[in-house]
């Protein structure tokens, strides 16, 4: 599965790289099938608090998985979209 993560008028640090790296390795065992996972990084709306926002796209099962979140940090809207993912992937290998 090939991984691209896209920041919006950001660098990424090495530190969210390595995590976004970390939680995405194990997709490749849960979603064999899947041909890409696209992580979109955005801050909103630089002047509040919950303002980065995490998207989550999966290509090449069939049908396409999303998830998106916002929250204080990039970590833990990366990590909420994942667990939203989780979910719809528990749907997807049911049916």
Same mark, same amino acid.
């Given at each position: ?34 041909? !890409?996972?696209? #992580? %979109?990084?955005?801050? *909103?709306?630089? @002047?509040?608090?919950?303002? &980065? !926002?995490?998207? #989550? %796209?999966?290509?090449? *099962?069939?049908? @396409?998985?999303?998830?998106? &979140? ?26």
């Amino acid at each position: 599965m090939k991984l691209n993560t896209q920041a919006v008028n950001f660098d990424i640090a090495d530190r969210l790289s390595a995590h976004i790296e970390k939680k995405t390795r194990r997709y490749e065992k849960l979603l064999p099938e899947a041909a !890409e996972m696209e #992580i %979109r990084l955005t801050v *909103i709306k630089r @002047e509040t608090n919950l303002n &980065k !926002e995490a998207t #989550i %796209r999966v290509r090449g *099962i069939g049908n @396409e998985l999303f998830a998106e &979140k916002v929250c204080d940090t990039f970590e833990q809207a990366v990590d909420e979209a994942l667990d939203a993912l989780d979910r719809q992937i528990e749907k997807h290998n049911a049916k």
